[in-house]
């Protein structure tokens, strides 16, 4: 009969169903019928069509009884009220069908228990959780269910293959007690071996999954707990977090309506002391962020009888004057004693590169790790990082040289001061947007930015030491300066922020002058490193020195701050000769401008109410733009905000030396875009430089080993640093020398020269391979 032919029933995720025989009565005996087995449930129906409209029946399977009669034949009844006969097509058959039932009904019977149980659970719940949660919730409650589910499931084949198991061995030991003898007996010890062999494997599962089973059964009570805790945690964060943002909004509000007060023009009418009667009425209103602090002067206008030039001492005015207009001078040009420079064809440098990829990666899943490290001695993957090295961002300092360029044209050297002075804060406008770190530079690693056709200077930089990283820096102009620094970088991550402090000291010496200016750089934080979006922030303080002749510039860089009324990023400085006389006052921000006025006259003003020390009040005259900020290009945002400049600094050039950071490799592959290749790449060049050190380190020691055999040496003698034990990688650098700074009497590596010499011959011999 065709009836025998059935389909073998098919799973279908919790559902099964297919063709059984159902006994119907004496007459017609068992007829097919289609059985669909879900949620617990086992309908039948006469065709596959009634599905949709007709149920014969349904049988719940959490109250039924499931016995089997013989190899094609079992039996579902819950009671009496219904009793199904069934018979499958054949025994493999009935057993699938078997094997379905009872999971069914485990599950079916563990729903019931459940619903009984957790009802009053889940009601105690607050209201505030349940609409917190939301759809996570509901995502970690499905995920639970899912897991309990199947570790339902897992006992239930627990007991279906102990079950069966036994059965297997009782019919196997029946067969071998009848005793044949030949082929068939041979053929029934073997099975009876491998069936033994299958029952001792059955049993460690059945044990391991007992044990699995008892194990999350004892532990899903407290699983619970702890989930629920952390629901509850959550949600109380997210209300914290909703309560800041709306306090941070009202501030904001409170603080704009703060600055449109200030900027009305009863306000603006009031100068000097008036000001600071009307921010006293407003005490009450104010509010101050911890790390804000009062100004350590006052500027107010000058009087108008400096302004007159038929003051009584015109000397005094005269000096102003030539001071004020040759602070006032537009940008240099070329040099104007040979006009035929203005024939030769320049370069023609590149104005994009290739656009950022949009690759996502989790910040904090590495920097968890790191906190308290140094940045230097994390292994940061590319995607953090930008495609220039750490010393083409140190020759972004050159991107406002003409400010150097005019200085060395002053006549007067607090003039020059002013311009120095601008040109340290103008350093950092190129970091405002500019998240991403630089290539950590290997050692003997140089880069060269020669610009003498445009702008008239050269620039050099080596990685003179690894541990501690350190970079030498050497810029010579044709228009009269010399640019010099050591940096070292030591930074810290704290968890939320990162903090950046580079170390060393910048030296700037004017050769028709000879005045000699040094200054250190200020602390970089970088925010938001957790969470929200990374923003830049510059804060300490400066002092620009001239040593040669006593003058100084104190500047300030203010920390930013929520609640401060000023101007965010804002810098502030006092010029002043070697007696401590204020000559020039400079304001302004390190991301847009600086500006200069002319003190006239000084005075002791108010107190401060924090610590009652006296503001001093300059009075100055009209202040005047001493540097702006250049425009970033067109496509900025997609180029990893590099200024005009930083677009040129990696753009490939021929003849430069073979360590130039041009020719790296992993940063070229970052540039083009393809990242995966950069990471392996620079893997590959950091144990390149292991394996390097580790050969240096040995033959550092060798020698010391040799040398102590022939002559006992006293460490603590040796007068020069470069000379103890390794304390740089055990690296002579190839273009600097390190010597004491006249000036400071540090240990600094200084230029040697020779480098653009060898440019010239093509001759690059002793430089090493390090890519």
């Known amino acids: ?44 129906y ?64 563990r729903m019931q228990a459940e619903s009984d149980d957790s009802g009053d659970d889940f ?60 082929e068939a007996g041979d053929k029934i010890r073997q099975v009876t071996e491998r069936a033994t062999l299958f029952r001792i494997t059955s049993n460690a599962m059945i044990n391991a999954c007992r044990d699995f089973l008892a194990l999350a059964q004892a532990h899903s009570k407290r699983w619970n707990k702890a989930l629920q805790a952390e629901r509850e945690q959550r949600v109380r964060l997210e209300e914290t977090l909703e309560q800041l943002a709306k306090q941070h909004n009202h501030l904001e509000r409170a603080f704009r309506g703060a600055s449109q007060a200030n900027a009305s023009p009863d306000n603006k009418s009031a100068a000097g002391p008036g000001k600071g009667e009307a921010s006293d009425e407003d005490d009450d209103n104010e509010f101050f962020d911890a790390m804000e602090e009062a100004p350590e002067f006052i500027t107010v206008p000058a009087d108008p009888q400096f302004h007159k030039s038929s003051s009584s001492i015109s000397g005094f005015n005269s000096e102003i004057c030539a001071d004020d207009q040759s602070l006032n001078e537009e940008p240099l040009v070329m040099n104007q004693e040979s006009p035929s420079q203005e024939l030769v064809p320049l370069k023609k440098r590149r104005k994009r590169i290739p656009d950022k990829p949009n690759y996502s990666l989790n910040l904090w899943s590495i920097m968890k790790n790191c906190i308290g490290k140094e940045l230097s001695k994390i292994p940061m993957p590319v995607n953090f990082n930008e495609p220039i090295s750490m010393l083409q961002r140190l020759s972004e300092d050159l991107e406002y040289h003409e400010l150097l360029d005019k200085a060395a044209k002053c006549q007067n050297s607090l003039e020059q001061m002013c311009y120095v002075a601008a040109f340290a804060v103008s350093a950092y406008s190129t970091t405002v947007y500019r998240t991403g770190k630089p290539f ?18 050269r620039s050099l930089c080596e990685q003179v030491s690894h541990h501690p990283p350190a970079a030498a820096h050497h810029a010579i102009s044709d228009r009269g300066w010399t640019l010099r620094q050591e940096i070292t970088v030591a930074s810290k991550f704290r968890g939320k922020y990162l903090s950046i402090m580079p170390l060393g000291t910048i030296h700037a010496v004017f050769k028709k002058s000879n005045n000699h200016y040094t200054w250190k750089k200020v602390t970089t934080t970088v925010h938001n490193i957790i969470v929200g979006k990374l923003w830049i922030d510059q804060s300490g303080e400066i002092d620009v020195v001239n040593h040669t002749t006593g003058d100084r510039c104190h500047l300030k860089f203010a920390p930013y701050s929520y609640f401060s009324r000023d101007v965010a990023r804002k810098v502030t400085g006092v010029v002043m000769d070697k007696d401590g006389k204020a000559h020039y006052v400079l304001s302004g921000t390190w991301d847009e401008k600086m ?112 040398s102590q055999s022939e002559e006992a040496v006293d460490e603590d003698s040796v007068t020069d640093p470069s000379l103890k034990s390794a304390p740089h990688d055990n690296y002579m650098a190839l273009w600097f020398e390190r010597c004491e700074d006249p000036i400071t009497g540090e240990q600094v590596h200084i230029y040697k020269g020779g480098y653009w010499e060898a440019k010239e011959r093509g001759s690059w011999e002793g430089c090493p391979n390090i890519f």
């Open 1 to 44: 009969m065709s009836e025998t032919k059935t389909p073998t029933p098919t799973p279908a995720g919790d559902t099964y169903k297919g063709w059984v025989f159902k006994w119907t009565n004496y007459i017609k005996g068992y007829q097919r019928r289609w059985f669909v087995l879900s949620n617990g449930l086992l309908s039948y």
């Open 46 to 109: 006469r065709t596959q069509a009634e599905m949709g409209h007709t149920c014969r029946g349904t049988i719940n399977l959490a109250t039924a009884t499931i016995t089997v009669d013989d190899a094609c034949n079992f039996v579902i009844s819950n009671g009496g009220a219904q009793t199904y006969h069934l018979k499958a097509s054949c025994e493999v058959e009935r057993q699938r069908w078997i094997t379905a039932l009872e999971l069914a009904k485990a599950k079916a019977v």
């Open 595 to 706: 500006e200069f006025s002319r003190v006239m006259q000084s005075s002791r003003g108010g107190e401060n109410g924090t610590e009652g020390k006296q503001k001093t009040v300059y009075q100055t005259l009209k202040a005047r733009e001493l540097w702006r900020r250049n425009p970033l290009p067109e496509g900025a945002e997609t180029m990893y905000y590099f200024t005009a400049l930083a677009l040129t600094l990696n753009e490939p050039e021929e003849g430069v030396a073979p360590t130039d950071s041009r020719r790296r490799p992993d940063q070229r592959l970052m540039e083009d875009g393809r990242w995966d290749e950069a990471n392996a790449e620079k893997q590959r060049l950091e144990e390149k430089q292991r394996s390097a050190r580790r050969e240096r380190e040995r033959e550092a020691a060798s020698q010391r080993t040799s």
């Open 440 to 457: 950590n530079p290997l050692l003997g690693e140089t880069y060269e930015l020669d610009r003498k056709k445009e702008s008239g200077y």
């Open 123 to 182: 009601s105690s719940s607050s209201p505030r959780i349940a609409q917190g949660g939301g759809s996570q919730n509901s995502e970690v409650q499905s995920a639970l269910r899912t897991l309990g589910n199947k570790v339902e499931d897992l006992s239930t084949c627990n007991d279906l293959i102990s079950k069966h198991g036994s059965a297997l061995q009782r019919s196997l030991a029946e067969l071998d007690g009848l005793r044949l003898t030949g």
